[in-house]
């Protein structure tokens, strides 16, 4: 069922842009569902070429979402920026939750907690970032339904003067430090 292979889904504005005149070259009007990732590096306050490499190469190699019956949970994976600029992170969408948060795990009062974290993820030119449960990851409250192993679940992630990141996770079973993901969880 699962590929042992790594997944990454990467944007380049290049081939953004190929493949955007290549579906309206096919489907005339029909192209409108393909046009907003890359309607944001096309109307930033930035010059086109700031914004290019403000962006970078960002992906996303083995993105994943723990399993939930209900409630919250959240998605992990290596953020990779292939860029010669530092890439941040601002926020992140799903349809599968309401809200969704980008959070690190911090010591605080002898205690590790969960909070969002200030100035989003900020993924060093020619870098990684790694969202794993513990540390830095995609917090997702108020999911909508059920995911179980092997769920498919869409993700948008908002790039700081550039072109979003949009990805699919995998769900996956995950027992590890018994992390809940719940308000005021104390880790």
């Not at 723990?66 to 600029?85: H, I, Q, R, S, Y």
């Not at 941040?88 to 974290?117: D, Y």
Request: net charge neutral.
């Amino acid at each position: 069922m699962f590929s042992r292979h790594a997944r990454t889904t990467s944007y380049s504005p290049a081939r953004a842009a190929l493949l955007l005149a290549a579906v309206l070259a096919v489907g005339g009007c029909g192209a409108s569902t393909t046009t907003s990732t890359t309607a944001s590096s096309t109307t930033s306050a930035a010059s086109p070429a700031a914004t290019a490499a403000a962006a970078g190469r960002l992906s996303i190699t083995d993105p994943w979402v723990k399993t939930t019956k209900e409630g919250m949970t959240a998605a992990f994976g290596t953020l990779v920026n292939d860029g010669d600029a530092d890439v941040t992170v601002t926020a992140g969408a799903s349809p599968l939750s309401p809200k969704v948060e980008l959070h690190e795990v911090v010591e605080s009062g002898g205690k590790m907690v969960m909070r969002p974290k200030a100035g989003g993820f900020v993924v060093p030119a020619h870098g990684r970032l790694e969202l794993k449960p513990g540390g830095d990851h995609i917090m997702l409250m108020g999911v909508t339904e059920e995911v179980k192993p092997g769920a498919r679940v869409a993700f948008t992630l908002t790039v700081k003067d550039g072109a979003p990141l949009q990805f699919t996770a995998v769900g996956k079973d995950f027992a590890g430090g018994k992390e809940d993901y719940q308000p005021g969880h104390q880790g």
